[in-house]
C-alpha cells in the first residue's frame, strides 16, 4: 500500500497547456510539500501545506496553484506551460513540517514540447 | 552563501572501500538533519536521521558538529549497490520544511 502516491507518473504535453498533478498520502501526516527537481538534480521545494494551510510559497511563477482540499491530498495544477517547466515534480509528507522525515511520492517526469 | 552544500563528486570506489561525505549548512537554529539517498529516476528516500551525538546504522554512521555546522557520512565497505545520489538535508529556518543539498554521487565498481 503506497504511502504517498502521485499520478501521474509521466506527463508530455505542448506548450501553453493546463496540466494538473495530484498527490494523496495515506500516512496521516499534517504536513505535505511539492518539490521541483530540475535537469541538474538540484530538489527544490515549491510549497508546502499544514492541515490544508500554505506555509511554505516559494519563488514560483503564480501559473503554479497548489490546492488541498483536505490534509490526505496536495494537488498541483499548472497553467500556460512552458518550455523551463520540464522536470521531475515530487510530492512528499512529513509528520511535523521540517522537524520530521519527508516520504516521497515517485514524481511525475514532466516533458513540455 | 547557499542553505546545504554538498560536494557533488562523483566519488568514484572499488567495492570494500570506505567513503565519506560532508555537508555543510548556514542555518545554525536547525534541529533535525538527515541523509537521503536518490537512485536514478527514483524518489528519494530516507537512508538515516542524524543524531547530536553521532549514530550508526550497519556500515554507515552519521555525524554532526553543530559548532562548525556540519554533517557528514561514512560509508564503510562499499557496495555495488551503494551506487547512487547522498542528499544531506536540513529543516528551513522556520522548522516547516526540509533543505535539500544538491547531492553528492557515489559509484562503487567492481
Known amino acids: 500500500d503506497t504511502a504517498v502516491s502521485q499520478t501521474p507518473k509521466y506527463l508530455v504535453t505542448q506548450m501553453g497547456n493546463d496540466k494538473s498533478i495530484k498527490c494523496e498520502q495515506n500516512l496521516g501526516h499534517d504536513t505535505m510539500y511539492w518539490y521541483k527537481q530540475d535537469s541538474k538534480k538540484f530538489l527544490k521545494i515549491m510549497f508546502s501545506y499544514n492541515n490544508k494551510e500554505l506555509i511554505i510559497n516559494e519563488t514560483v511563477p503564480n501559473r503554479f496553484s497548489p490546492k488541498s482540499p483536505d490534509k490526505a491530498h496536495l494537488n498541483l495544477h499548472i497553467n500556460s506551460l512552458e518550455l523551463g517547466d520540464s522536470a521531475v515534480y515530487f510530492c512528499?509528507?512529513?509528520?511535523?513540517?521540517?522537524?520530521?522525515?519527508?516520504?516521497f511520492g515517485q514524481g511525475t517526469r514532466l516533458t513540455v514540447v | 552563501r547557499k542553505e546545504v552544500e554538498q560536494d557533488p563528486g562523483p566519488f568514484n570506489v572499488p567495492e570494500g572501500a570506505t567513503v565519506a561525505f560532508n555537508c555543510t549548512y548556514s542555518?545554525?537554529?536547525?534541529?533535525?538533519f538527515f541523509w537521503y539517498r536518490q537512485d536514478c529516476r527514483k524518489e528519494p528516500k530516507l537512508l538515516m536521521s542524524v543524531y547530536s551525538s553521532g549514530n550508526e546504522d550497519g556500515r554507515f554512521t552519521a555525524q554532526l558538529n553543530r559548532a562548525s555546522q556540519y554533517i557528514s557520512l561514512l560509508i564503510r565497505d562499499s557496495k555495488l549497490s551503494d551506487s547512487a545520489t547522498y542528499l544531506c538535508?536540513?529543516?528551513?529556518?522556520?522548522?516547516?520544511?526540509?533543505?535539500f543539498g544538491k547531492g553528492t554521487t557515489l559509484s562503487v565498481s567492481s
Open positions: 512528499a509528507s512529513s509528520q511535523e513540517g521540517g522537524l520530521t522525515e519527508a516520504f
Open positions: 542555518n545554525s537554529a536547525s534541529q533535525s
Open positions: 538535508v536540513v529543516n528551513d529556518q522556520a522548522g516547516t520544511a526540509l533543505i
